[in-house]
C-alpha cells in the first residue's frame, strides 16, 4: 500500500514534467514556424522588389531608346520631311497651369498598332525666338476591340485627342522634365508664352 501512495504522490510531478515538456516542443515547433514565416515573407518582399527594379530598369531602357530614335526631330524640318505636320496650336490648361504644346502628326502611323520608336505625334513648343523644341511625343491607338495598350509596362489613356474615332493615346516626356509625371498628358514646364513666333506659314 506504500508503494501505492508513493505512485500517487509522485505521479502529478511527473505528468507536470511531460506537460512543460510537450509545452517547449511545441513552443519550439511554433518558433520555427513563425521563422519560416518570416523567411519567406522576406523572400517574398525581396523577390517583389528585385521585380520592380527590374520592371523599372526595363522602363528606363525603353525610355533611352525612344529618345535616341526621336533626337533627329530636335529639328522640326526632319520631322516634316519625315511626314509630320503641324496639326494643332499651342495646347495649354489655364486650370493646370501646364501645357501640351504644339501636335506635329504622322497621320500615316495611325492605326491600331503602335511602335514605340515610332511615335504618331510629335511635341513642341516655341522659344523667344520663335523657334520650335522638342519636348515629348505621343502615341495615339486606333480602339479596334483590341483592349487596352501599354507603353511597355505603362497603360495608355482612354481617349485624349480630338480624333472622331476611339482611340487610346499617351504622352511620353522624354525632351523635357515633367514634375506631374513622365506620362501625364500636361506639363506645367511646358509653355505657349510663345505661341505664334515665328508661325509658320
Not at 527594379?53 to 529618345?67: M, S
Not at 516655341?126 to 523644341?133: A, I, R, V
Request: net charge negative; glycine share 8%; charged share 20%.
Amino acid at each position: 500500500m506504500k508503494t501505492n501512495n508513493k505512485n500517487l504522490m509522485f505521479m502529478p510531478f511527473w505528468v507536470i514534467i511531460s506537460v512543460f515538456i510537450i509545452a517547449a516542443c511545441s513552443t519550439e515547433k511554433m518558433d520555427d514556424l513563425e521563422a519560416n514565416v518570416q523567411l519567406k515573407r522576406e523572400t517574398r518582399e525581396l523577390n517583389d522588389e528585385f521585380d520592380l527594379k527590374r520592371g523599372h530598369a526595363a522602363q528606363n531602357q525603353l525610355l533611352a531608346q525612344v529618345r535616341r530614335a526621336t533626337a533627329k526631330y530636335q529639328r522640326v524640318e526632319v520631322a516634316i520631311a519625315d511626314g509630320y505636320s503641324e496639326a494643332s496650336h499651342c495646347v495649354y490648361n489655364e486650370g493646370l497651369e501646364a501645357g501640351m504644346g504644339y501636335h506635329f502628326v504622322n497621320f500615316d502611323l495611325l492605326g491600331p498598332i503602335s511602335d514605340p520608336l515610332r511615335p504618331e505625334a510629335l511635341l513642341y513648343e516655341k522659344d523667344k525666338n520663335g523657334k520650335f523644341k522638342l519636348v515629348g511625343v505621343e502615341y495615339i491607338v486606333i480602339d479596334v476591340g483590341q483592349g487596352l495598350p501599354h507603353f511597355g509596362n505603362h497603360p495608355f489613356d482612354v481617349d485624349g485627342t480630338p480624333i472622331p474615332d476611339p482611340h487610346y493615346s499617351l504622352h511620353v516626356w522624354v525632351w523635357k522634365n515633367n514634375p506631374l509625371g513622365m506620362y501625364f498628358p500636361f506639363n506645367p514646364n511646358v509653355s505657349c508664352e510663345y505661341a505664334g513666333h515665328g508661325d509658320m506659314d
